[in-house]
C-alpha cells in the first residue's frame, strides 16, 4: 500500500517562499511520475508541476519560473521549491504518484500567502 505525506505547508507573505515535501512509502517511487497540484476554495483540482522517472519536467504556465519541482529517489521524496508566492497561489496543495495502471495522492498541505 502506498502512502504520500506532505509536510512544509503553511502562511507566508506574498514575495516570500515555501517548500513542500512529500515522502512515499513502498517500492515503485523511482519508477513513477510524481506531481504536485493544487485546489483552492470553489475551484477545480490543478496540476502545477509534475516530474517523470527520466527526470523531465512540465509546469503550469501560471508558476512558471517561480516554482521548481525536484524528486531524490533515495529518499522516496519529491518537493516543489515555491519562490516570489503570490496571494493566488493560496490553495491546498496535494502530491500526486502515478505508476500505471494506479496513481495516488496525499493528504493535502494549506498554503496560504497573504497580501
Known amino acids: 500500500q502506498v502512502q504520500l505525506v506532505e509536510s512544509g505547508g503553511g502562511l507566508v507573505q506574498a514575495g516570500g517562499s515555501l517548500r513542500l515535501s512529500c515522502a512515499a512509502s513502498?517500492?515503485?517511487?523511482?519508477?513513477?511520475?510524481l506531481g504536485w497540484y493544487r485546489q483552492a476554495p470553489g475551484k477545480q483540482r490543478d496540476m502545477v508541476a509534475a516530474i517523470t522517472h527520466g527526470y523531465s519536467t512540465n509546469y503550469a504556465d501560471s508558476v512558471k519560473g517561480r516554482f521548481t519541482i525536484s524528486r531524490d529517489n533515495a529518499k522516496n521524496t519529491v518537493y516543489l521549491q515555491m519562490n516570489s508566492l503570490k496571494p493566488e497561489d493560496t490553495a491546498v496543495y496535494y502530491c500526486w504518484m502515478a505508476h500505471a495502471p494506479s496513481d495516488y495522492w496525499g493528504q493535502g498541505s494549506q498554503v496560504t500567502v497573504s497580501s
Open positions: 513502498g517500492s515503485i517511487f523511482s519508477l513513477s511520475t
